[in-house]
Each structure stands twice: as structure tokens, then as C-alpha cells.
């Protein structure tokens, strides 16, 4: 076995946090079992405990481990088989062994299980259901390479395994399974639409205002995945000259077909327009989405002007993360 799976392993069965990729986005996990370990999460990343954190585990078979299942079987089995390993994370009744710190005193608990080989054989060898929310100081923007965990938690965390890009780069769909008409609480890269063709029955999909008011929804917080330049979002088409203000840097969707021009338009020097897709592919926007903000918040810049994205498909996800970073720049 590969030293570092055995050093995090050993790390983790200690009591202590480590840093995993997953495909969706960096994690910072530690032994869901261990109230104490998992304390030391919502420390190192300043997260309130009124925000519960997603157990991982290695395959269904552990659901009966740390949940009672037989009420939503049938749901479990169609969700499970056709989702995971992937990015979906189910709200399912929690067994007393998972310790209230992982649950914010909830009696419910969300789990998934991470479709990257690092995280898996992690799982496999300590044989534990890890905690881990995204690897990053609570607010702001997730990360979805090594190099940016580094820049915000590097010193705080002794054994940080680099497992490359994440393939998804946003956060897994949060589904809860248990009410009447399961209910999409996060929109991800798995869609509404999706999830009800696989269960074929009804899905509530996921509405922004509905969920941030609602007390059974912890941790969906209006504010959230915060970049420290102020940040402003504009629709397709938009004139853009109205939302100029100081050292501005502009990201598109997708490529604009007259770079040149609009940076003569706007008097914007051509580093200062970027884009996440060239060809507005919805996935390779959810992909690069978190780096670019990253990246472009260690610039310096006044302003970053963000177009929005359709809100179909994944596009719903991009949306609801794009907007809850912009709502501390909203005047
Ligand atoms: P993250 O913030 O990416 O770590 O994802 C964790 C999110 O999962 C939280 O912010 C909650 O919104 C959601 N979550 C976790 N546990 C539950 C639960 N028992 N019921 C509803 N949502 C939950
Ligand atoms: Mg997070």
C-alpha cells in the first residue's frame, strides 16, 4: 500500500484531521466517530457547530452502519446504484454512534461516498466513515487542487495528499430522501431532473429562498464560498461599462468571440478577461469555477465582474454558488 494512504490512515485512527481529494472538492476529514477529532474541523476551518458536516463511506454497504435505512430502501437502492460512488450526498435518520458534533444535534444524518481512489482506499484501509467538509476556512471559496489548500490551511494540517483537479469541482447535491417528496437542499453537478428519472417519482428541486429560510436546512447560508475581492455578478448581454469600478478583471462563461474588442471597449488591459469554459460547456465551468475565483482573489483586484450562467442543468449549481459569493458585495 501506498505510504501516504497508510500515514493519513494512521493519522486519522489517531485522532487527528487530514487533507483528501475528492471529486468534487477538497475535503478536511477526520474520524466521524471521534467527537473530539471532529471538533477539530469545524476549529481549524472557524465553521460554526450549527453546521453539520457529511459523513463519507465506502459503499452502501456501510449505510446501515451509521443510519437506519429500511424506511427508504427502495430509494436508497435506485439512488445508490445509479449515483455512487459520485457526488451525491443522502439526508438519512442517524444511528447514536455517529457522535451529535458530526450532526449540529440533528437527528438526521447526510452521507455520500467520494468517487476518488485516494479518499476510497483511505476508507478501505482505516475502515472508518470520515467527516469532512470542504478543506477550506469557513466562507470562503472551496478548493479544488492541493496548491489551494496550501494557500489558506497549509500550515494547520499536518498530512494533505494531493490527488490532482477535481473532476467535478463543486460540491456534491444534497438530497433529502426522507421527506415525503425527497428535496433537493444544495443543488450539484447531479441534477433534479436526473435524480427523478432514477427514483420515478416526484423530486422538489432545489429553491434558494425556500432553503436558506428554512430551519431544516442547516448550514445553507445565504453567504457562503466568499471571495475577498468584491465580486459582481451580471447577466449575458449585459453593458458592462456601468459595473467598471477601480482594477477590474472580467470572467465570461464561456470565450467571447471579440477579446480584443472588448478590451478596447472597456479599456481593460487582455489579462483581465478570462473565462471559464472556451466553449461554454457547463461542466468545465463547474471544473474551473472555484480555481478561477481563487486565483483571480490573489490578484488584487478592485472588482471581479462575473457573468452568470443558464440556470439549466449543472448551470443551477454554478448559479446558487456564484450568488451566495456575491451576496456580501450586494449593496
Ligand atoms: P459542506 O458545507 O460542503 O461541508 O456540506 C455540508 C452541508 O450538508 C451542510 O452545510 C448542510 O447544509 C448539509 N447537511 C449536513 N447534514 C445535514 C442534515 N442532517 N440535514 C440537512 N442537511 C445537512
Ligand atoms: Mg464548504
Known sequence: MNADIAAASRELKGGGVVVLPTETVYGLAANALDEEAVRKIFTIKGRPLNNPLILHVLDSSWLERYSYVKKYSVRVEKITGAFWPGPITIILPKKAIIPDIVTSDFNTVAIRCPDHPIFRAVLLDSDLPLAAPSANPFGYVSPTCIGQVKATLGNRVKIMLDGGECTVGLESTILDITSMVPKILRPGAITADTISKVLEEDVIDYDAQIVSKSPNAPGQLKQHYCTNTRLILFDRNRNLSQYLAGKTAIVFMQ?????????????????????????????????????????????????????????????????????????????
Open 255 to 331: 470565450k467571447p468571440k471579440n477579446v480584443d474588442g472588448i478590451a478596447e471597449k472597456l479599456q481593460l488591459p487582455l489579462k483581465a478577461i478570462l473565462w471559464f469554459s472556451d466553449d461554454g460547456n457547463l461542466d468545465m465551468v463547474a471544473k474551473n469555477l472555484f480555481s478561477t475565483l481563487q486565483r483571480l482573489d490573489s490578484v488584487h483586484y478592485d472588482t471581479i465582474l462575473c457573468e452568470r450562467p443558464q440556470r439549466t442543468g449543472i448551470g443551477i449549481a454554478i448559479d446558487d454558488r456564484l450568488s451566495r459569493a456575491a451576496e456580501k458585495f450586494k449593496q
